[in-house]
């Protein structure tokens, strides 16, 4: 018997030690990111101006001379490595959370697609795993589609993180990049745009569910251009990662963190993970892809037209955030504010 019970006891603390061994690779995969999503950009800049004045100028020059030969590159459906997005690693990043793909409808890949993904959180977690990785369930979910994460178009000047960022399959949020996707690659494309951007993460805080939507018009106006169909996303849980101090609108420090974000792009967000201060908490985020809003193409689409659909995707996703919210970890009393 006292043979049994230390067998027993063994196997238990292997268990333990495997499941710690577990955590701490998913935390040290999604640390990485969270580093390489902050500072991967402005360390090889600055490398690489560093290498510049040194005995191996000859490396950085000869990159930055590839830079400009290759600048439109992201502009024309970046260059994506399959290789880089079924890494092991985002396996363990997607476990981390975990981070889940929900499928409401399906998507047909003869039409081509602008998905609007909501919220956009502290760093788009959700959006990230489902669109950019091999391990989000999406080719799944939605065979025949090709799913491509806009993003700022200020990050693919930045160098070799250029490369990074179109090897995960991510392009510019910029119109020529946006009209490339919907015109030149055939049927069967999926266009991710977080529709409120970096304004939005200045709310992203846990048990708040607020939208930057009321004056994002160019989206649906770019659906109506090349005939798209409009579909909301939205990912539950993407707010409970990070506790952020969110200043209210009017103050100073909001109004600085407004002009920052006019300067460079992106907000200022003061922001605290779980862990090492920068591992966000271990909550689970749901992606839900909802139905298809059919879009007709009108090449000079008026504003009224604009605006018709502009309400017709509202409608949509405040819809989607009720239908979901309670399977998804909310109460029923949580709404959705858009702004």
Known sequence: MAAVRRLWTSRSEEVVEMDGWVDFIQKVSVL??????LFMGAFFTLLTIYLLFTSLWLLPTAYLLWMVLDWSTPERGSRQSDWVRKWQVWRHFKNY??????????????????????????MCVGAFCCFSTGYGGFSEAFPGLRANL?????????????EYLMSAGMCPVSKPSLEHLLSRRGQG?????VTGGAAESLDSAPGINVVVMKQRKGFV????????DLVPVYS?????????????????ARSLQTIFKKLIGFAPCLFMGQSWGLVPYK???????????????????????????HSLYMEALTKLFHEHKVSCGLSESHDLRII
């Open 150 to 162: 806009a993003i700022l178009a200020g990050l693919f000047r930045l160098p070799i993180f250029r």
């Open 283 to 309: 909550r689970p985020v749901t992606t839900v892809v909802g139905g298809p809003i059919p879009v007709p193409r009108r090449p000079s689409p008026p504003e009224e037209m604009v605006d018709h659909y």
């Open 97 to 122: 959370f975990p981070v889940k793909l929900v499928k409401t409808t399906e998507l047909s890949p003869s039409k081509n697609y602008i998905l609007g993904s909501h919220p956009h959180g502290i």
């Open 32 to 37: 990485q990111w969270v580093l390489t999503f």
């Open 221 to 228: 106006r770019l659906a109506l251009e090349y005939g798209a």
């Open 189 to 193: 494309n999926a266009v991710v745009i």
């Open 236 to 252: 539950f849980g993407e707010n409970e990662l990070f506790k952020q101090v969110v200043f209210p609108e009017g103050s100073m």
